[in-house]
Nanobody, 128 residues
């Protein structure tokens, strides 16, 4: 069974930075759409960034574009999310998610129902 383990969440002040990591076990991340999805209290899960590891194509929600960067490390079977200039509205539980092998991110990368595998999440809290 594939396992995704997130880490790096913390409490920071607005304007600060964090780097989240997702280490994947029991499958290789090559040729997969990997995403970061967040859920704020009382809100639905929102996909904010995705990467297709086959060609490094990246996708971002408007809310994080220019502040967050998703990246892959195939040697470590890991996907990361660099978050800069954090805002209080970024406060949420952040999940790593994966589509099935060879499925590209494409035009539906933001649809959380398209992801088959999920981690347990890591909490990010941004104070003003």
């Amino acid at each position: 069974q594939p396992q995704l383990a997130e880490s790096g969440g913390a409490s920071v002040q607005a304007g600060g930075s964090l780097r989240l990591s997702c280490v994947i076990s029991n499958f290789m991340i090559n040729s997969r759409c990997m995403a970061w999805v967040r859920q704020a209290p009382g809100k639905d899960r929102e996909a904010i960034a995705a990467i297709y590891t086959g060609n490094d194509a990246q996708y971002y929600a408007d809310s994080v574009k220019g502040r967050f960067t998703i990246s892959q490390d195939n040697d470590k079977n890991k996907v990361s999310l660099q978050m800069n200039n954090l805002k209080p509205e970024d406060t949420a539980m952040y999940y790593c998610a994966s589509k099935s092998f060879s499925l590209r991110c494409g035009g539906t990368w933001y649809a959380r129902d398209g992801y088959n595998y999920w981690g347990q999440g890591t909490q990010v809290t941004v104070s003003s």
